[in-house]
């Protein structure tokens, strides 16, 4: 699959664990906006020369770090996966927060994405084509998909220990709902137009997770 953004040469041991050397500007200048591209166009609709145009840079610059258009995309996806596990983890370590404003602060990457005109997740974005992905490809955002109903299955299975949410079926179900329903809106609401749908998502599961109020103690 050739070297996904990052040679032997770049390669930094610490201990005994390798660790990427950091990429040059370049470089990431290059992830930032195939990030974009594949979020706005797919990942089949944007090219080296794409970005070598909006860049001013020569397209072996580009075939530099990063050897062919898989390696390209399997850097974007893993550091766009690394950017959402590591907030998610600082998210779920917070024991002082409700299990509420854990998943409020896990929506918020959506309403930022729909606050755009036509940005939608990544990994989303690709699972529109994703037969006609290389395996690498494919792996990845299936392993993206799954992390994320995991984490939601967890913080789920939390607030409902600590009587924040009632749910009609099983947290791991639950998550799927959550999960798909965010996806599903992002879409949609890029089709349509429609600025209220991943708002209007939102409240909905918000209510459905919602847990009655505990009733007052008679005087």
């Known amino acids: 699959m050739g070297k996904a953004g990052t ?14 050397a950091p990429r040059s500007e370049t470089a990431e200048k290059i992830l930032d906006l195939a990030e974009t591209l594949i979020q706005t166009r797919g990942c089949s609709a944007f090219s080296y ?19 062919s258009k898989t390696d390209l995309v399997i850097a974007v996806i893993d550091r766009y996966t690394e950017r959402f596990e590591k907030a998610l983890d ?36 690709l699972s529109g084509e994703i037969l006609a992905l290389p395996t690498a490809l494919r792996e990845r955002v299936a392993r993206f998909f799954r992390s994320h109903q995991r984490w939601l299955e967890r ?11 009632r749910l009609s079926e099983s947290a791991a179900k639950t998550a799927r709902l959550i999960f798909g329903a965010l996806q599903g809106a992002l879409l ?20 459905q997770l919602r847990a009655p109020p505990k009733p007052s103690r008679p005087g």
């Open 155 to 165: 913080i789920l299975t939390r607030g409902v220990a600590r009587g924040e949410f």
């Open 49 to 67: 020369q794409d970005i070598a145009d909006a860049l001013k840079i020569r397209k072996a610059s580009i075939h530099y770090h990063f050897e």
């Open 90 to 125: 600082e998210i779920a370590r917070d024991d002082t927060a409700s299990s509420a404003a854990m998943l409020e602060h896990y929506t918020a990457p959506y309403a930022a994405f729909a606050a755009t005109p036509d940005r939608v997740c990544l990994c989303g974005a």
């Open 7 to 20: 040679s032997s040469s770049e390669v930094v041991r610490r201990g005994t664990k390798p660790v990427p």
């Open 188 to 207: 949609v609401q890029r089709t349509t137009g429609d600025s209220a749908q991943l708002k209007d998502v939102i409240s909905a599961l918000k209510s």
